[in-house]
């Protein structure tokens, strides 16, 4: 439900904070609109394995194409 996807996002933001420094405002806002949890655990796993925001950003906008 929006609980575990909420949670889901909160984490993901969470580690990428802690690993990588401020999350950017585009990428927060990206993953708190999502609805589905399936691409919130495929960035959640991205996130603890991508070496800079902006790797993690092109993930998010290849996502969208």
């Not at 420094?21 to 585009?26: Q, Y």
Request: hydrophobic share 35%.
């Amino acid at each position: 439900g929006n609980g575990k996807i909420f949670y889901t996002s909160f984490t993901s933001l969470s580690h990428m904070s802690k690993d990588l420094g401020n999350v950017p405002e585009d990428i927060r806002n990206r993953v708190n609109i999502e609805t589905s949890t399936e691409p919130l655990r495929k960035w959640h796993k991205a996130a603890a394995r991508t070496e800079s925001l902006d790797a993690f950003r092109e993930l998010l906008h290849n996502e969208l194409l």
